[in-house]
């Protein structure tokens, strides 16, 4: 499934650089029927920034890298030491 959602979203990615209205709507109703039916089998990392359409970072981590920056949900940079 991971494959299936890398494509979708380098197509998603490269229709919002296009700006076409109908792939960008396409590709995210697809990756949210890919992550309502798949999650079971998902890392729990890419299925939140799915969820949270962090496609960015989802394309990033399915990359392979590491050094994904953290958002304002949380992570090290993300948590606040007081309030």
């Known amino acids: ?3 299936q959602i890398k494509a979708s979203l ?5 229709a919002i650089k296009a ?4 792939t960008i709507a396409d590709e995210m109703a697809k ?6 039916h798949g999650r079971a089998g998902l890392h729990p990392q890419l299925a939140h ?6 496609y960015a970072k989802a394309l990033m981590f399915l990359g392979g890298e ?6 304002v949900c949380g992570g090290r940079a993300g948590k606040t ?3």
């Open 66 to 71: 590491s050094d994904i920056p953290v958002g």
């Open 1 to 3: 499934m991971e494959t």
């Open 49 to 54: 920034f799915l969820e949270n359409r962090s």
């Open 31 to 36: 990756l949210d029927g890919m992550l309502e």
């Open 19 to 22: 700006a076409d209205g109908q």
């Open 81 to 83: 030491g007081g309030a």
């Open 10 to 14: 380098n197509s998603l990615l490269a």
